[in-house]
Nanobody
């Protein structure tokens, strides 16, 4: 069973950058697509970005396209989310998860970690 641990969150000013990491263990990491989601207080968990098992295909929410970049290193069993030009509305807990079906629905992902808090100040 896959276990995922997110890291790299923090407090940053608007316009700044952060790089989130997600380390996987206990499963066949390189065989699955991976996704990043986020959840702000009082809101539902929403899709941010996803990447295919080989890294050839990436997908982004409209709200982050052009500012965020998802990548993976299968040799390190890790997936990353490079976030730039951050906005206060990006403030949320960010989660990574393994895709059963590579799409935008959280229902199709497994192995949710504890998440990492990202706070963007204005």
């Amino acid at each position: 069973q896959v276990q995922l641990v997110e890291s790299g969150g923090g407090l940053v000013q608007a316009g700044g950058s952060l790089r989130l990491s997600c380390a996987a263990s206990g499963g066949s990491f390189s065989s699955y697509g991976m996704g990043w989601f986020r959840q702000a207080p009082g809101k539902e968990r929403e899709f941010v970005a996803a990447i295919s098992w080989g890294g050839d295909n990436t997908y982004y929410a409209d709200s982050v396209r052009g500012r965020f970049t998802i990548s993976r290193d299968n040799a390190k069993n890790s997936v990353y989310l490079q976030m730039s030009s951050l906005k206060p509305e990006d403030t949320a807990v960010y989660y990574c998860a393994r895709a059963s079906i590579l799409n935008t629905s959280p229902r199709n992902y497994r192995g949710w970690g504890q998440g990492t808090q990202v706070t963007v100040s204005s």
